[in-house]
């Protein structure tokens, strides 16, 4: 029987386009789970993404405001120090000031008791001078007087008043030498004043020397300041990475195939003249 075998493969190629169809619809549901599968992981790997950009970003803000507050107080404690520091260095120099003029004060009123007790050891020399001058006068005036009796008594005539003149010319030298010893005293009295005066001014100026200036406040040293605030600009969103769409494969192309194949083959051991199985 002829007809059977072309039957038969037409029969099996209707199953092969059967059996194609349903593995192309198998392939097609595979490739839609690997699809789908391949869509979350996109997607959970975007939210890791994004849940680690804002606790990064949270944190970024946290810490950046926490030093600037901690610079800030710093600073702030930094001034409070520097500000006590130059307080007490004004407080310092102000008492070496105020120590430097008492040490001025007491040195002119040294110095002034030194040239005042120099003065007066100068005047007391010159007192003690003038007295000796005074007392040695009054004993030469004495002595010429006896000797001018004497002279007198022993002498008469030309010889007496040539004893008289040599008598007073003595005299007379004896108080020519005492006027210059006098002057000399003087002008020495003067020379030590003027001296005493001049290391008096001389231990004034000295002083005036030592003093010190008196001390000026610092410029205030300026409070911190915070400064602008640092601008944050969130992170941009993650989104999913692309996943192809799959490839589908056709499920009524292998059956319409099989169907047409068998078709023709069975179409082809039918004898439609007769209406019988060739």
């Known amino acids: 029987m002829p007809w059977i075998a072309p039957v038969v493969g037409g029969i099996l190629s209707i199953g092969g386009g059967i059996f194609g169809a349903s593995q192309a ?15 979350k992981l996109a997607q959970k790997q975007a939210d890791i993404a994004n849940d680690y950009q804002r606790r ?3 944190a970024e803000k ?4 926490s030093a600037r507050e901690f610079q800030y107080d710093t600073a702030k404690r930094q001034w409070q120090y520097d500000t006590e520091l130059q307080d007490y260095s004004f407080l310092q120099r102000t008492k070496e000031f105020r120590k430097s003029a008492e040490n001025y004060v007491q040195q002119r009123t040294f110095n002034t008791i030194a040239g005042q007790m120099a003065y007066e050891s100068q005047q007391a020399s010159f007192n003690e001078l003038m007295a000796s001058q005074a007392f040695e006068s009054q004993g030469n005036l004495i002595e010429n007087l006896n000797l001018r009796g004497k002279a007198a008594l022993r002498q008469a005539g030309g010889s007496r008043a040539k004893g008289l003149q040599s008598t007073i010319g003595e005299e007379g030298r004896n108080a020519a030498i005492m006027a210059a010893s006098l002057r000399g005293a003087a002008q020495e009295f003067e020379r030590g004043l003027r001296e005493a005066s001049l290391q008096e001014y001389a231990a004034n100026l000295a002083a005036m020397n030592n003093l010190m200036i008196s001390p000026e406040r610092l410029p205030e040293i300026p409070v911190p300041l915070l400064g602008p605030e640092r601008t944050f600009v969130e992170p941009a969103e993650v989104l999913p990475g692309a996943v192809p769409t799959p490839q589908y494969q056709s499920v009524a192309m292998p059956l319409i195939s099989g169907i047409l194949s068998g078709a023709s083959g069975i179409a082809g051991a039918w004898d439609f003249k007769t209406g019988k199985w060739k």
């Not at 619809?25 to 869509?39: C, P």
């Not at 946290?62 to 405001?65: I, V």
């Open 25 to 39: 619809s198998s392939q097609n549901e595979e490739a839609k789970r690997n699809y789908e599968e391949q869509k």
């Open 62 to 65: 946290k810490d950046y405001f």
């Open 56 to 58: 990064a970003f949270a």
